[in-house]
């Protein structure tokens, strides 16, 4: 539980800067809180709020809206099994039962030892590729129950550098050099 | 046989395409500088002359959509749809991850047309690989001055800003989009009032494009409406990405000219045939949302006009296909399933129909049905859109109610009632028809 | 129009014409059709629009065919402007199908537990599901399931299950109220309405989300299975808990009060009420109320229950026994404008003292109320900006925070606040002067400076010089436009000096001829009690003692000669034992006045002390005799809301054991000693007031009842009282039936007297005390309201955190707050809002409150009350 670090907390500020209005930063924020956390804590929110000038719980109804913050702790690894049509046609649901028995865990739940939670996604934007999953939103494609076994087994020996823990936002970030900044203006 | 036209999609399989050397080296950058030396009201002409139409599902023409916005009202704002999310699409990510300079260089030609305040650049969420692509070109650009102050040596400055969505199919509609931008929970806006054009972002002028759109404009600027209008056919000029998915040999996104390939010719030709050379049972033309397409609607054109006048859409560009073993109540359901949980809660008849919806299918499927029950769903469906017609006539605010009513779940079931009646009568699907277990080896992430 | 008049200039139309289920009707530009066909007798049925909020077209329930370019198309009716030549369909089979079907969706999920929710019987989704809906439901699955309700806040819980996700309480919250606390939750059909966690709807609001439910969700704790809608009976009367008279319909069941609603006022109250006022109904039927007449024997003997007869012999043989100028008159403000009348005709006429008054000290002097250009709450939306001198409006005065709140933000009225510390308006103010407590006027003369040209250059009366600039900025716009500016005044500390206060309203008159003022005083009736003459020199109009002495003379026969002592004075007087006898109406002084040790030494003295009231408190604890008086909803007559709106109340259930209303304990002490008043009836007060009292010309029973006058009117009903007996007043009013006209001129209206205050020395060795109301304090009323009781916070003394580490001690450490007349010991609470230098203690919330520090004559002297911190006990 923690609000924003000092060096989040810049990060934070830089946010706003890119907005004509601050609440415009509350996702990305949002966002920003739950690389630092894992999760959207309460008190991370409460400090959203009061960066955007808005009420704790107007921070809490944005949030709550989009599905991938999380309100309590969830496993460093968010397996997540795209069963929509694409995906279904092709093994989609049968790929979601093998991982659902492979980790040991429904759909939702989280591994006792917190490495994998496992949830079920909706069309991922890769359905060219199906079945496909996202480990905390990092893709992998055509994924075979022997190739989703590697794919665990792989993350458990930490052999995946490629995928930081959940939350994580992008390794690259926007920053927009004040020498080249337009100059937003607020409305 | 036709072959892929190539206008958006060359430098897919390149691999610097996505950095600025890589752009440059192969033309990037010189649509703004002729943009720059035109008026913007020219900018605005040369790209109604060209007929772009939008692809992100409305299609509607993106030159009439800018001149829509008030004269002389200011500050006014450009935001780039790129919350792709639609089942079955898969087409603005690839443009996101492998060219993100040709979607900042049609941002920065649509700003300086429509004379923007500031530009938005809005990613879904779960795709951080895109996000990061867009992050780097946009700080190679803000460092090389093509996006800042005093762009390519001009006196004109626009910032341009990445946002992360979160995870709402619902954000894609660009009310919903806009308030979801402002902060809020992305609860689409009811039109009238507030059409973007007049009441948007922070309820100024604001032009919502999808990112496909956009990156059609350095080709525009650069070769001519002229050109882009030799393209396609005469209302569906230049190409359009087509991700073609579901039991095809070969799925892939394609970028064909607009209007004259047909649905026959991507299946067979681009992708290779049906799986295990079987019959096409049913497919999508444009999107989870859009109407079903049966075997005998293949000779089609990839025409938005001829889809529509056939009762469906060509939507996002979004085309799954079903073969004959097809289980159509259990896809029908998956569908609908997802406009259930993707509903943003707004509106009563779709909160509570659209779930109502999926729990009769889930009866159905579960060998609860009742005999009454597929009269039951049309009723539902038809309170969230009434006629059940396409274009969907709407009880809601937005059409993702009346999608999930008259798109799937009534192909399906004017289409196949009797296996709508088998489950009911017999607790499971006609013999021999599934949804899945079809396992291609695994390949990794490309 | 003909068709010269056409070609020569055609007038702008102003009203459109819209079919409707194939009647024409007359709408005007911009209103919703919803709002226009309901106007004109066509009801669309609706569960989230409501006329006070944004329209969000949610529930789909208003869903009609309106005709458009494409034809005839289903649209929501309160999203649809009309528009002239609209065709319109409400009852069409595809309208039908619609509504059915928009229904069924919303009882899909709310359970069918109508028998046991409190607002069966007056369910607008009952009602509709009965008229319009279909018979059984097609929905066999299971319903959603939620914890049975869930407290939201101390008043307030929510069901869940049964919330139809119409968006009026979390849009009242935020738009209204102003306090998001409430928001969706969650997506779709997951979605719900909640708090943060641990952070409760904690707003002096909540009650209206529980009035404007469309369904059984939002329950008030208060009300929980108290009664049956069927069962309940009511009234329309006045809200009487504070001066903005917001109108309420009383609701009781049996012959007790079970509920308050608020009742849409446009000119007052929009349908919204305060917490305090929805539930304070609670004290009427309180164990604790005085019901029978006590006598003492002597101070501190046991109580004496006797007859109404004895009771008001001995109080009517001590008030024979001493002289006019012995005997004073305390308090009043509370109580109808009959009562008032009533006891000034028994201390004016018949004992012929003026030493009364209906304030406690606690305000400013009376002809600041009576003198200024006085204002409208309307007049907040239309002002050119609006300057609060005085109170926190949200502690004091809670509606009339979201009147000035609606201003500031749907109207976008400029706000200039002057304050010493944060208030509920300083988020809507666009200057916030902070002022020096003490320094008011001098904060205000150097913003008017700022608005005629003269920008401030340095820190002035403590407020900073891009502030008092900014403010005047603000003003000097409003000026050039020849807009109003409405002064909200009132007392903004009872530790500070009330002089000063009155200047700086002088200041800002004499700054521009487009000044008015509203006043901000906060007790019920005080301006019924100040135009009814309850002070000293003043006769009931809004006259002077020497300019009416001839009027009332012809009236009554007796007047006052000389003018008389205020609250502070008779406590003085009768410390020195000059005031023999006090009659307190209504009040407290030991708790309200702020000098604890003077009112305390008062009462001690008097040889005789009568009280009168409702309910025991510290200073009728020592009357020799205490008379109980009927209440808030015990008895009829009228109220005069702060901006002279004279609106009906009326009683609705009996009074307390043998309670009587105290026009008649007035009217009959009066006839005891020799004047018989006449009255039976309390209309018959009305109507003599309507008679006699110039400004009340036409305010008769009759005109009140009057649909038109549904708001109520105000006075007076001539805007400038005539040098004749008006006999035709204007404005709804009509002429009272054969008045009484003297032959004699008509007293001319008060002026407000030009004042000074002193300005405070400034001293950095002492912190300078600020304190004033909160709206849950240890008043009795609240105190004998136990739902709102419990949301008193105990009293401590708020400083800026760097005075709480310069005094080397911590947040909570309870500290001797130590003024030159006495002491405090109270927790400390750091508050970084708060200046340095300044301390910070809320009212009247502590047994021994902030008035122990407080002394009235180092008040006329220094202008402020100056407290050292000294450590306290060890915790």
Redesign the interface.
């Known amino acids: 539980m923690a609000r924003f670090s000092p060096a989040n907390l810049e990060r934070a500020k830089e946010l706003l800067s890119h907005y004509p209005r601050p609440k415009s930063a509350t996702i990305p924020m949002c966002h920003l809180a739950q690389e630092q956390d894992g999760y959207l804590t309460e008190d991370a929110m409460g400090h959203i709020a009061e960066l955007v000038g808005c009420s704790n719980a107007e921070v809490y109804g944005t949030a709550t809206f989009y599905e991938m913050f999380k309100f309590h702790p969830v496993g460093t690894y968010v397996v997540g099994v795209c069963t929509n049509i694409a995906c279904l046609l092709v093994g989609g649901e049968e790929l979601l039962d093998h991982a659902s028995d492979s980790l040991g865990i429904r759909p939702g739940a989280t591994t006792a030892d917190g490495l994998f939670t496992l949830e079920e996604m909706e069309c991922l934007a890769a359905c060219t590729e199906a079945p496909c999953l996202q480990v905390n939103y990092r893709y992998e494609n055509k994924v075979t129950d022997e190739g989703f076994d590697r794919l665990v087994a792989d993350l458990r020996a930490g052999k995946r550098n490629d995928i930081p823990r959940h939350g994580t936002l992008g390794a690259v970030r926007q920053s927009i050099p004040a020498d080249r900044r337009a100059g937003v203006k607020a409305i | 046989m036709p072959a892929p036209t190539k206008m958006i999609s060359t430098r897919w399989d390149q691999a610097d395409g996505h950095t600025l050397d890589g752009y440059l080296r192969t033309g990037g950058y010189e649509a703004l500088r002729k943009a720059l030396a035109m008026a913007p009201e020219a900018v605005v002409d040369e790209v109604k002359a060209a007929n772009l139409a939008g692809r992100g599902g409305a299609g509607f023409p993106c030159g009439t959509k800018w001149g829509f916005l008030p004269k002389d009202v200011f ?1 006014r704002y450009l935001v780039v749809n790129g919350d ?7 087409k ?2 690839i443009l996101l991850e492998r060219d993100p300079h040709q979607l900042i260089e049609g941002v920065l030609i649509a700003s300086w047309a429509i004379k923007a ?2 530009a938005f650049i809005y990613i ?6 895109a ?6 070109a ?2 190679e650009a ?2 090389a ?1 093509y ?3 005093n762009i390519c040596g001009t006196d004109w ?3 341009v ?9 619902i954000v894609g509609e660009e009310t919903a989009l806009i308030e ?8 689409p806006r ?1 039109k009238p ?1 507030f059409f973007p054009a007049s009441k948007g972002l ?1 309820m ?1 002028p604001t032009v919502v494009n999808n990112v496909e759109t956009l990156a059609n404009l350095p080709w525009i600027i650069t070769n001519g409406a002229a050109a882009f209008t030799s393209f396609g056919n005469e209302k569906n000029t230049g190409t359009r990405l087509f ?5 095809v040999k070969n ?3 394609f970028e064909v000219e607009f209007g004259t390939t047909t649905f026959r010719e991507l299946f067979y030709d681009f992708c290779g045939g049906i799986r295990d050379d079987r019959r096409v049972k049913a497919f ?1 033309p444009g999107g ?1 949302s859009a109407p079903w397409f049966f075997e005998e609607d293949l000779d089609t054109p990839l025409d938005a006009g001829v889809v529509g006048g056939k009762g469906s859409m060509l939507g996002s560009g ?1 085309i ?1 296909v ?1 073969d004959e073993t ?1 289980d159509m109540v ?2 029908a359901w ?2 609908v399933k ?1 406009f ?10 779709c ?6 919806m999926e ?2 299918y889930r ?1 159905i499927l579960d060998g609860e049905g009742r005999p009454e029950d597929v009269n ?1 769903l049309l009723d ?1 469906a ?3 859109s ?1 006629g059940l017609t396409w274009p969907p ?5 937005c059409p993702l109610g009346p999608s999930a009513a008259a798109g799937a779940l009534v192909s399906s079931i004017r289409r196949f009632p009797a296996e709508y009646e088998h489950y009911i009568v017999h607790g499971r699907p006609v013999d021999g028809l599934s ?12 | 129009m003909t068709d010269t008049a056409s070609a020569t200039e055609a007038p702008k139309k102003t009203t459109l014409t819209v079919t409707i289920d194939g009647t024409p009707i007359e709408a005007n530009p911009g209103e919703l059709l919803i709002a226009a066909a309901e106007r004109t007798g066509t009801y669309i049925p609706r569960f989230c629009w409501h006329p006070r909020m944004s329209e969000v077209g949610m529930c789909r329930m208003c869903l009609v065919e309106v005709s458009g370019p494409r034809g005839m198309s289903l649209q929501p009716a309160c999203m649809q402007p009309v528009a002239d030549g609209m065709v319109v369909d409400t009852k069409s089979s595809t309208v039908k199908k619609a509504q059915d079907g928009v229904l069924e969706f919303l009882l899909v999920n709310h359970p069918l537990d109508c028998p046991v929710c409190d607002k069966g019987g007056e369910c607008p989704l009952q009602d509709q599901t009965l008229t319009f809906g279909p018979g059984e439901s097609r929905f066999v699955e299971e319903k959603r399931h939620n914890e049975k309700p869930i407290a939201i806040s101390d008043l307030v819980l929510l069901d869940r299950e049964r919330c139809i996700l119409c968006d009026r309480c979390t849009r009242f919250s935020k738009e209204v109220a102003g306090d998001p606390l409430i928001h969706f939750i969650n997506r779709g059909n997951q979605t719900e309405v909640n708090t943060f966690p641990d952070d409760p709807f904690a707003s002096y609001f909540s009650g209206n989300v529980v009035q404007i439910c469309p369904v059984g969700a939002l329950t008030a704790s208060p009300y929980r299975f108290a009664a049956r809608p069927w069962d309940l009976d009511q009234v329309e009367s006045t809200c009487t808990s504070c001066a903005v008279g917001c109108r309420v319909v009383v609701q009781s069941s049996g012959d007790e009060i079970t509920r308050l609603q608020g009742v849409d006022s446009d000119p007052v109250n929009w349908g919204w009420l305060c917490d305090k006022g929805r539930f304070d109904f609670e004290s009427v039927s309180s164990s604790s109320r005085l019901s029978a007449p006590v006598v003492r024997a002597a101070r501190g003997a046991a109580d004496e229950k006797v007859s109404w007869s004895v009771a008001n012999n001995r109080i009517a043989s001590a008030l024979r026994s001493y002289d006019p100028s012995q005997i004073g008159f305390i308090g009043g403000a509370r109580l109808t404008n009959e009562d008032q009348y009533a006891y000034v005709r028994l201390a004016k006429q018949v004992l012929r003292t003026d030493n009364v008054d209906a304030q406690l000290g606690d305000g400013l002097a009376a002809d600041a109320w009576l003198g200024f250009p006085r204002a409208t709450i309307d007049d907040l939306g239309s002002a050119g900006a609006i300057v609060l001198l005085g109170p926190d409006l949200k502690e004091e005065l809670p509606v009339l925070f979201l009147r000035l709140r609606d201003a500031a933000t749907a109207k976008r009225v400029p706000v200039v606040e002057f304050a010493t510390g944060p208030t509920g308006s300083t988020p809507y103010a666009t200057a916030s002067v902070r002022y020096r407590p003490g320094e008011v006027a001098v904060a205000a003369k150097a913003v008017v400076a700022a608005a005629g040209g003269n920008p401030a250059e340095r820190q002035i009366g403590g407020a900073e010089s891009d502030v008092i600039n900014a403010a005047g900025a603000v003003l000097a716009k409003a000026m050039a436009a020849g807009r109003k500016i409405v002064v909200v005044l009132g007392r903004g500390s009872m530790a500070e000096q009330s002089a000063s206060f009155v200047e700086a309203a002088l200041s800002l008159r004499d700054a521009s001829s487009g000044t008015v003022v509203l006043s901000a005083m906060r007790r019920a009736n005080l301006h019924g009690a100040l135009d009814m003459g309850m002070a000293p020199g003043l006769l009931p109009g809004r006259v002077t003692q020497a300019e009416g002495a001839a009027w009332y003379a012809a009236h009554w026969g007796t007047t006052p000669t000389s003018v008389g002592l205020d609250t502070m004075g008779m406590l003085a007087a009768a410390a020195a034992g000059a005031i023999k006898v006090l009659v307190l109406l209504g009040a407290d002084p030991l708790a309200d006045c702020p000098d604890h040790a003077l009112a305390e030494a008062a009462l001690a003295k008097v040889d005789f002390l009568v009280a009168i009231d409702t309910l025991p408190n510290a200073s009728n604890a020592h009357a020799d005799v205490i008379l109980p008086a009927a209440g808030f909803a015990e008895k009829s007559g009228t109220t005069t809301n702060l901006e002279g709106r004279v609106t009906a109340l009326s009683s609705k259930v009996s009074a307390a054991g043998t309670a009587r209303p105290d026009w008649m304990i007035a009217s009959e002490l009066a006839l005891i000693l020799g004047v018989d008043f006449g009255y039976e009836l309390v209309g018959d007060i009305t109507a003599d007031i309507a008679a006699v009292v110039p400004t009340h010309a036409g305010v008769t029973p009759d005109a009140l009842g009057r649909s038109a006058n549904a708001d109520g009117i105000v006075v007076p009903v001539v805007a400038v009282v005539p040098e004749s007996m008006p006999d035709a007043p204007a404005d709804g009013a009509e002429a009272s039936d054969e008045p009484v006209v003297p032959q004699v001129a008509l007293p001319r209206p008060i002026r407000v007297r030009s004042t000074e205050g002193v300005v405070p020395v400034p001293d950095s060795y002492s912190l300078r005390l600020i304190t004033s109301r909160v709206l849950y304090d240890l008043g009795s009323i609240v105190q004998a309201s136990p739902s709102l009781a419990k949301l008193a916070r105990p009293a401590t003394v708020r400083l800026h955190s760097g005075e709480i580490e310069r005094h080397a001690m911590h947040p909570g450490d309870l500290v001797r707050v130590v003024s030159q007349h006495g002491e405090l010991t109270l927790p400390m609470e750091a508050d970084d809002q708060l200046p340095r230098g300044v301390a910070f203690i809320a009212w009247n919330t502590a047994a021994s409150g902030a008035n122990m520090l407080i002394n009235d004559a180092e008040l006329a002297a220094d202008g402020t009350t100056k407290v050292r911190l000294e450590s306290g006990r060890n915790a």
């Open positions: 500050p792709e999310s639609e089942p079955g699409t898969y603005d990510r305040e500031q879904r969420g779960e795709m951080p690989h996000h990061e692509r867009m992050a780097a946009l700080n803000y460092a001055g996006i800042g102050k400055s626009i910032d800003v990445l946002h992360w969505g979160a995870g709402a199919y979801s931008l402002e902060g809020n929970r992305g609860m009811l009032p922070y100024q991700a073609v998915s579901g039991h799925p892939g996104v999508i989870g979004a799954v079903m097809t259990k896809a998956r569908i997802f259930a949980k993707e509903s943003c809660g707004k509106c009563s008849p909160r509570e129909g659209t779930n109502w729990k009769i009866r039951l539902v038809d309170n969230i009434p006539r709407q009880t809601t605010i949804t899945g277990v079809y396992r291609p080896s695994l390949t990794s992430a490309s």
